[in-house]
């Protein structure tokens, strides 16, 4: 049987605020607030230049075309969610703000009609042939109750995919899953485990990646990976780079000294004897066969769709259907296809 999750206590929780960094997220809502009721003549406002000329600059940032002034939104803007920008900023008011408002503009023009927009009515008849040719997948939790995801880089067929679909068109595919991941694999997660969960452990498995094709995949990699960055921070629990290339191992090196202390400590890069560091955070029974683990389960399973949340009203069906979802609605409550 799994382990019972285990509730981790990190720096810049709700749980473990230092009395500076509580008076810092009253102060950051504050200014959301003040925002929100001086939208409409921001030239005017009660606050401090230093933040009115960051929510003007976004305003007027060609990256947003015609994005609305900013609303604070009670329901959305949770604490837990602005900790997280505050933590990718170090709690600096001034960048944390700029990195919010960004997020916010970026989110209301994204495909030229916002994000819930896409998240409503987006569909990706072309996922069939893109995960063939790129197989990543939620798979279960790891001990800590998180979600863990698995990319197979090495299978990835950049010709196949963009035979089929564009860069756009993917991006837009994996917004709308990383809506899905907080909006409802999150949720489930945290109430399976009976505390908030706001990460996930990542599997990177490289076997197969080449010397001839890394670079093209590393290029698309960052690509994709630019979204996370900017407008989805502070999401990565643990990350585990498998089968890694000696080429990967030698770029690791150079970019390391480039990344923050929290951040490298997040990432282990392992050759091809990586079961054992897996085990340490994943139970075998949640760790797929293929990766040294017992679960033989279907690939995109865990709490949100086991069953196990039934009476939550878990798995719901708008999430796992195949216009929003990795791995094709598969899962115990799939549709047959």
């Given at each position: 049987m799994p382990s019972k999750p285990e509730k981790p206590y990190l720096p810049g929780r709700l749980e473990t605020l230092t009395d500076s960094q509580k008076e810092i997220l009253?102060?950051?809502?504050?200014?959301?607030?003040?925002?929100?009721?001086d939208s409409d003549h921001l030239s005017d406002s009660s606050l401090p230049a230093t933040y009115t000329d960051i929510a003007q600059e976004v305003l007027a940032n060609e990256s947003f075309p015609n994005a609305p002034p900013?609303?604070?939104?009670?329901?959305?803007?949770?604490?837990?969610?602005?900790?997280?920008?505050?933590r990718a900023r170090k709690f600096?008011?001034?960048?944390?703000?700029?990195m919010f408002l960004e997020?916010?503009?970026?989110?209301?023009?994204?495909?030229?009609?916002?994000?819930?927009?896409?998240v409503r009515t987006w569909e990706y008849p072309e996922m069939v042939v893109?995960?063939?040719?790129y197989p990543r997948f939620y798979?279960?939790?790891?001990?800590?109750?998180?979600?863990v995801y698995i990319e197979q880089m090495g299978i990835m067929n950049l010709d196949q995919i963009f035979a089929v679909s564009n860069l756009d068109r993917f991006l837009i595919q994996h917004v709308v899953e990383y809506e899905?991941?907080?909006?409802?694999?999150?949720?489930?997660?945290?109430?399976?485990?009976?505390?908030h969960i706001e990460q996930s452990c990542t599997i990177i498995d490289m076997k197969g990646v080449t010397l001839s094709n890394f670079s093209r995949v590393f290029s698309f990699v960052q690509s994709v990976s630019t979204v996370a960055q900017n407008y989805y921070p502070e999401m990565l629990g643990r990350m585990?780079?498998?089968?890694?290339?000696?080429?990967?191992?030698?770029?690791?090196?150079?970019?390391?000294?480039?990344?923050?202390?929290?951040?490298?400590?997040?990432?282990?890069?392992?050759?091809?004897?990586?079961?054992k560091s897996l085990l340490e955070t994943i139970d075998e029974e949640n760790l797929p066969k293929f990766l040294g683990g017992k679960s033989t389960d279907d690939k995109d399973v865990g709490p949100w769709n086991d069953g196990t949340l039934e009476s939550e009203g878990y798995p719901m069906m708008e999430y796992e259907q195949l216009k929003d979802g990795f791995g094709l609605e598969v899962g115990p409550h799939a549709r047959k296809h």
């Open positions: 009253d102060r950051f809502k504050a200014i959301l607030h003040q925002l929100t009721e900013f609303k604070f939104d009670n329901e959305r803007h949770s604490d837990y969610m602005l900790l997280r920008f505050l600096d008011i001034g960048l944390s703000l700029k997020y916010e503009a970026w989110r209301a023009t994204f495909g030229g009609v916002g994000v819930d927009q896409l893109v995960a063939a040719h798979h279960k939790t790891d001990k800590f109750g998180r979600p899905k991941l907080l909006n409802y694999r999150l949720v489930a997660c945290s109430k399976a485990a009976g505390f585990y780079i498998i089968n890694a290339p000696m080429l990967f191992t030698a770029v690791w090196q150079l970019v390391k000294p480039l990344l923050d202390e929290v951040t490298v400590n997040k990432i282990s890069i392992l050759g091809s004897a990586y079961t």
